[in-house]
Every structure is written in structure tokens, then in C-alpha cells.
């Protein structure tokens, strides 16, 4: 009933704003599979060049050949692949392909490269890229919250001073289109979102995802604690919460019943944002539904400090969300920087997932994440930007912060290099080990028969900022793009099999 | 005598290789003041628009006016300001100036800012950019040795694998237009450059400088001891690298006699590259000659380690220094990370200045440098990009960096802010503090009457990686630039009133 109730309005919000796009004109993606066509030439696509990628957390993997890719299902997946050919022709006849099927190729002086997997980014934060000051909780006062709030509501102190406040939908129209496009723009093939507590605008992101193509979980933030949110920018009740929880997450469903290219994730914010009953109830959500849960975990030590007086029948922050039943094997814990050594063994035990934001942590002084030890004790790892914690809605920019934090802690510890995280195992966090932490272990972050055409095209050439002087082998071209890349060397982006992005 | 023979051999070299560019087929810059014409509206600019820069280490000021340039002595001086002025016509009207002055407009969304200044680059190594491993030592021996020996020898190890090694010379030219080239892209006005063993190169790097405009400091690194240095990559002996060392001098000084341009910078590359006969001749030529020094210092606990067994007499690294004359009030020493309470007290007694160089100091793992321990002992502090130590050849990303390293320092002792290098202090160090660690204090780093026009042209528009959305304040438009801003957001770039360098 709750459901129902949530649709129609949501029906009548979205007529009644003349900013709302219409689903209906935009194409099916992917077709539906009730008009499932009959496969033909124009639902195969040959990928040859070179492919680069981090098959394993010590292991760049570099080899020429051509993948034959399928999207008649509407998914866009690899169903074959050759390697070690050097010339189109070679390929498409070991590949049983008619010459009819158009061949993409990549750039001789670029590559293939698995999209990238931002396992922890919040949409509504984009505009604030570049703007924080203090630490969390001040930064979440002075910045976060009035950015958040400014998409649904005029009440926002982003409007405090304005003479005529602009409609906030057609903001988050903006903003939502923004992060969407610039993320794939930087190889983001895959983006677990946060939006806001207000469910049309979640609706809308994840509308916006769907049409533009970009892989998205999208949760509507959960914030039904009347003491600790700000009096503009809170859930009404429990009940309010949790029916604008299941709102949301009807209304993605319906979007996709697939779940394959937009879902729903459970987003119970972070534990002071909630109540002991919302987490309850969030956690019976998650079990009934299935669906994957995100949340923050462990950020900062005056925040952890605030869990502990917040919830002081639970044994850890940790135990805060294990008590709820919201540690599970489909749980993101963005950041995770101050686990105790009992806390990881419960997550691992759980295995639930971490989304590592060493730009924000960083930038926000939360801390140095333990990744290497996380990863030793068996909790699998990917990396968020954490827009706009994170000052880069780059996930490129996050693998050299990871590095760099690594880095810090091997020094930190007496040159102690078993915490490091060179280069190929951050790149393979960003790919594979977010696969893995978005629950798409298999499907996403490679090139092996199966897995989706979730790829960017890598060009080394002179528009970009990588200065290749051409007695660089492989291996070194790809640490200076590591190190230097930008969107300026994103030359193309598809999402299952889809063309979603182009460098202009 | 010696000085004759150098130059009479390199005359001879410039004839003998084809690659070597002439100088007398490139523009004079600055005009000889032998040539002096007589001031004339041709020499005369007006730049209108917004300024923004950071005349204090806690102030970014940000204001509409414009500035009288004066070139006719070739120097390219802003000769007067006004404020507060909207209007073009008003400007020049004010400024007193004939309407047939070219004006120079800022883009409406963008602003004048002072030219970088890179207080610490090694030219030869800009193709190692991203190419690191190890910690300071081994990356010495395994990227960056091999690399700068490969600009003047066939012997380097760059060419062991080579069936027909490059012409070295070749590719010096090609390396250090790059290096030039691209820094002015990212701004930087100013660099001072750490070259080879190599006269000749040495050389060709300062002759580019000088014909493509950037304002350098160029000096040829001592290497003299025959044990640390590696057999392929040394002076021969201490008389060889005190010979070489005047050569480079003389040349350079020969090139632009003024040394406002281009000069000639002594340079102890670092202790236990030297011997104490070469540091006690190094700083007698500075002593005489009033030349400015560079070294590296205090960057790795190792390399400290070592220095102090080679150099057991001394009571510290910069004891070293201090004992053979190096620290002076010209003396910029390159990271200084591991300083003792009683090197900085030295330090500042001398007035010597530091070059900070973050990005470096993080990927190699050498430490974190006490950028605000250092500055409160009064010690005058820069940035250095460190190229290709740090990964990057944008002192922009070294303004990051120098945050993020503040940031962590901040939060190991538990959130002491006292110890955070706000993004405001980081701009300042990148150009009003690099300037007086160049010793051109009031010459560069801002705007007021007497300075040198050396600016770059900063536009958030949409060719770059900055979204603004138009609701944001010009000190939230500054720190969204610093955040994300890259050479996309550099539009044009002068020096000493020179156009040298444009957005493709």
C-alpha cells in the first residue's frame, strides 16, 4: 500500500515538473527482453587493439587480439575472445565473424582498458568538487548538507540570501546530468551513488543513469535521527524513512527490472544519521530484497567517537551495523579507515565489502586506511572518489591517492614496503577489486568471455597530458598515464556494449 | 684560461652537430640594452580584468583593475595599477595611457595569476615522469642516472639493449624544449633547473630557456665522486667538474649578460655526489661570483644515513653545507625533510631557503617535510615539482600536495591544524614564496608597481576539467581551480611581458 501510494505521487511529481525528462523519450536500454530481437549482424561488434587491464592485484596483464561482443540480449557481453593476433582480418576469421560486423579498433598509440568502478561517490555533492574545509562533521555542516538539501528544497542555507531561490529540481537536473556525463568522461563505467534524502530527485538520477548509460546503484540516504541531521535537511520520522526507502527503490525496480544497468542500494547514510529502528528496519529491507547496502564506516575519529555515545549497547562501529543485520556479503562500507582489529575480522567474517576514498581521507584528514592489511585478512577492497569528500570525480586520480597513501604508511612504518600499494594494485582495485565490492565478481572489470563491454579506450596521443617520447615500453607508458592521465585520455567509453561517452 | 678553452670547445661542439639550434636565428629576448629603443606605444601593454594572487601566506586577493606593462627595457615591468575599475576606458584613462596601447583582457571567467615558480626541477629526467620505483636511492641507480646519461653519451645504460643508440644530443634538444614547453603550459614562469654533468647540454638547456622564454636558473650538477657516482655518469675528477662548472657559467652568463632572464646556478647536486675538495671550490665560486646555489638536502633517511658516514667531520647534512661555504642567502635547498631542530636553526641563521617538493617527497616515501616548523623558524619556504621524483610538472599538483602532506601531518598529531598548509599558504609558496627563495623577492610572485609581468592567464571555462556552475564565489571559483584546474585552465601565459605560451 505504502508502495503504491509512493508511485502515484511519484507519477504526479513527475508531471507536474516541467524539468522532468520523459523516460519514454529517451531509447530502451537495454531493449527490453519481452521485444527481444532475433540476433542479427548489427548486435555484434568486434573490439581489437590492445588490451591492457589488472587481472590480479600484482598482475598488469598487456596482450593484442579482438573480443567479439554481443548486445542482442541487450547486455552487451564478451562471447569471445583471441589473443596474440596482430591484424584485423586473423581476428574476425578466428572469431567466426562475418565481415559485416563492424570492427572498433583501438588507437595504435592507446588501449582497452575495463571501466572503471567508483564503489563509494555522492551525485548531489558534485558541484562542491574542490570546496571543503575542516574535518567530517564540520565539513558535513558547512558544505554537505546545504548542497544536498538545495536539490529538493528551497528551505536549503544555500538559498539563504537569495532574493529568488531557483527551482531545486531543475538544479539536481543539472547536477545529476553533470556527474553522470564528467564520471564517464573519466572512464567511470560504474558508479555506486548516494543522492539525497528526497526520492523524486533519486528517481531522477537514476532515470538519468539509465538513459545516458551509465552502470549505477542509486540510494536515497537515510536520515531519520531528529537530533543529529539539520532541521532542513531530515526524514520526518522512522516511518517517513523507510517509506521513501521502499519509494525509491520500487520506483528504480520498475525502471529496470533487470537490475543489471540501474538498481537500487540500500543507504542507510551513516550511523549517526539514523536510529536504532531505521537500521532495523534497513536491514530487513536488505534481507527481504536482496539488494546491495552502502554506508559510511570508521571515517574519522570524532565520528567514531560519536557512534560509540550514539550506540553504546553495540561493541564497535562495526557491531553498530552487524546488530542491524546490515553486514552482509552485498554491504559497500565507504572508507573504513579506523577499524580495530576485531572490527576487521567481523567484517571478513561477514564478507561484507570496502570502498577505500584515500583523496578524501586525505583531503579531510580522516586518516590512512589499512588497505594491506584489510586485503591480508581477506576483506575485499575497491576505491571510491567520494565526490566531493574526494576533490576528484576521477577514479584514475583515486588510484594515484591510493598509491601515495600507501606509500605514506610503508614509510610512516620504517619503510615497511608489504603496505604499499604500487600502481597494479591500484589499478586493480579500481576495476576488478570494485567489481568484486559492488557485487559484480565476474562480470565486470575484464575481458574474459561473459563479462560486460564495460570498457574505456585509452589514447596516449598529444591532446592528452602524457608525454610519450616512444622508447617507453608498455609497462612504462602505462605508469605514465597512471600518473598523468586525465579524461584527456579517455577517448572513448562504452557501457554493455553501448557508446556512452566520446572525447570532444 | 680555463674559462677560454670551455667556450672555444663548445663553439666547436655548437658547429659540429647538426641538432644544436643557432642562436642568432631566434628572437633576442630580452632586447640587448646595447639595442635600447626608445620607448614607444609599441612597448607598452595594458592588462585588464580580474587579479588574483596571494600577496601573504594566509590572503588571496581578489581584484578588478588593470596594470601599465612596459617592455621598453626589456624587462617587461609593471610600471603602474589601478583598482576598482570596471571599465576598460576608465583603465586606461586613469593608467594615462594613449588609446592606440593594445589592451589584454582576462577572460570574464577567468583572471591574471602569477606565474609559478618551480623552485626545484631536473630538466633531464621530464621523460621519466610517472616512471618510479623504489625509495630514493635505487630509483637513483635504476631510472634516473640511466636517463640523464642518455642526453650526452652512448655509454648510458638507456642504450644497452640498442642496436644503434640515438644521438644523444638529439635527444637532449628534444627533452628540453619538452620540459620547457610544458611547464610554461602549466604556468610555471620560473624554474629553477638542475641540468647534467654535460656542459654542452647544460648549455643547450639554458640557450632554450632563454629562446623560448622561461626565466631559468640553470645549473650543471657536480658530480665528482668517484665512488657514488656510477662509472658511466661522473666527473672525472674535482679539477674536471670545477672546470666544467665555470664553462657552464661563463656561457650562460654570455648568453644573457643581465641574468634577470637566464643564470647560470651553482649546484652541489647533493653530498654524496661530491667530495669535500669539489663543496670547498663549489662554494668558493658562489662566494665569488655571487651566484645563486642548489642542492638537495635532508630528503631521505637513508641518503641522511649515508651523508653522514662520507661526511663524518660534520656535524649534520646541513653542516656539510654550512662547512664548505654552501649556505647562503642564494642557497636553495631541494626537500629538506628530515631536518634536525638544530639544521633548521642553521638554516634560518643563513637564510638559506627551502624548496618543498610534496608530490616527490610522497611517491619516492621520503617523508613529510615540516613545511609550518619551518616557516615559523623564519626559514623562507617554495615549491619544487621535483620532476620526475614527483610524478608531475604542474607546481599546481604540488599545491595539492603541499595540502594533502599538511593535512596528514595535521592528523598524525591528532588534528593539530596548527600544521595544515591551507590551499591559500600552498598558492603563496607557489609564487611570492618561490620567488624569494630565487632571491627576486619583490620581483615576481605579484602585481605591484616594480614587478616583472610574469602571468598566466587562468580560464574555468568549459575546454577544462573545472565545472563551475555560476553560483559559486570567486574564492570557491579559486579553490574548485586548485582542485581540479590543469594546463586546460591555462590560457595564456607571459614572461617578462612576453607572450610565451598558449592554450592549443
Request: aromatic share 10%; charged share 20%.
Amino acid at each position: 500500500m505504502m508502495f503504491l501510494t509512493a508511485v502515484v505521487l511519484l507519477a504526479a511529481a513527475a508531471t507536474a515538473h516541467p524539468w522532468h525528462p520523459e523516460a519514454s523519450s529517451w531509447p530502451a536500454f537495454p531493449p527490453s527482453s519481452g521485444s527481444n530481437s532475433s540476433s542479427n549482424d548489427k548486435t555484434q561488434q568486434v573490439f581489437f587493439g590492445r588490451f591492457i587491464s589488472a587481472p590480479g592485484p600484482n598482475e598488469l596483464s598487456i596482450k593484442t587480439g579482438a573480443v567479439l561482443v554481443t548486445s542482442s540480449d541487450g547486455r552487451g557481453t564478451i562471447e569471445a575472445a583471441v589473443w596474440d593476433v596482430q591484424d584485423v582480418q586473423s581476428a574476425t576469421s578466428q572469431l567466426g565473424v562475418s565481415s559485416e560486423v563492424p570492427v572498433v579498433q583501438a588507437a595504435d598509440d592507446g588501449f582497452f582498458f575495463p571501466g572503471f568502478i567508483d564503489a563509494h561517490i555522492h551525485a548531489p555533492q558534485y558541484p562542491n568538487l574542490g570546496l571543503f574545509e575542516g574535518t567530517l562533521l564540520e565539513w558535513l555542516e558547512k558544505y554537505t548538507f546545504p548542497m544536498e538539501s538545495s536539490l529538493s528544497t528551497t528551505e536549503s542555507p544555500m538559498y539563504a540570501n537569495a532574493t529568488t531561490p531557483p527551482d531545486p529540481y531543475a538544479r539536481a537536473l543539472e547536477v545529476y546530468t553533470g556527474v553522470i556525463k564528467t564520471t564517464l568522461s573519466y572512464g567511470t563505467t560504474t558508479a555506486s551513488y548516494y543522492a539525497t534524502i528526497d526520492v523524486e530527485t533519486t528517481n531522477l538520477l537514476a532515470q538519468l543513469a539509465y538513459s545516458i548509460g551509465q552502470r549505477a546503484y542509486v540510494g536515497r540516504t537515510c536520515q531519520d535521527n531528529q537530533e543529529y541531521n539539520p532541521s532542513y535537511y531530515k526524514d520526518e520520522s522512522t516511518e517517513d524513512a523507510i517509506n521513501k526507502t521502499w519509494a525509491s527503490i520500487k520506483y528504480i525496480q520498475n525502471l529496470d527490472p533487470s537490475g543489471e544497468l540501474v538498481a537500487p542500494i540500500v543507504t542507510p547514510r551513516f550511523a549517526p544519521s539514523c536510529t536504532n529502528e531505521s537500521l532495523t528496519e534497513l536491514g530487513k529491507i536488505a534481507n527481504e530484497t536482496g539488494l546491495r547496502l552502502q554506508m559510511h564506516m570508521d571515517e574519522n575519529v570524532k565520528e567514531v567517537a560519536l557512534v560509540a555515545e550514539m550506540y553504546p549497547e553495540s561493541k564497535s562501529y562495526a557491531g553498530v551495523y552487524d546488530d542491524h543485520g546490515l553486514l552482509t556479503n552485498r554491504s559497500i562500507l565507504g572508507h573504513a579507515v579506523h577499524l580495530t582489529d576485531e572490527e576487521m575480522d567481523l567484517v571478513a567474517a561477514r564478507e561484507a565489502k570496502v570502498a577505500h576514498c584515500p583523496a578524501s581521507n586525505s583531503a579531510l584528514g580522516s586518516g590512512l586506511a589499512q588497505v594491506r592489511k584489510m586485503m591480508s585478512k581477506g576483506i575485499v577492497v575497491g576505491l571510491g572518489t567520494d565526490t566531493a569528500g574526494g576533490y576528484s570525480p576521477s577514479i584514475l586520480e583515486t588510484v594515484r591517492q591510493a598509491f601515495l597513501v600507501g606509500r605514506t604508511l610503508s614509510y610512516l612504518d620504517n619503510d615497511n614496503r608489504s603496505l604499499d600499494v604500487p600502481t597494479t594494485m591500484a589499478l586493480y582495485l579500481g576495476t576488478m577489486g570494485g567489481a568484486k565490492v559492488v557485487s559484480m565478481d565476474g562480470k565486470l572489470g575484464g575481458f574474459e568471455a561473459g563479462m560486460l563491454w564495460d570498457v574505456q579506450e585509452i589514447v596516449l596521443d598529444k591532446t592528452g597530458p602524457v608525454d610519450i617520447f616512444g622508447w617507453e615500453t608498455w609497462n612504462e607508458r602505462v605508469s605514465k598515464w597512471v600518473w598523468n592521465g586525465n579524461n584527456q585520455n579517455v577517448n572513448r567509453v562504452w557501457v554493455g556494449g553501448r557508446l556512452v561517452s566520446e572525447r570532444s
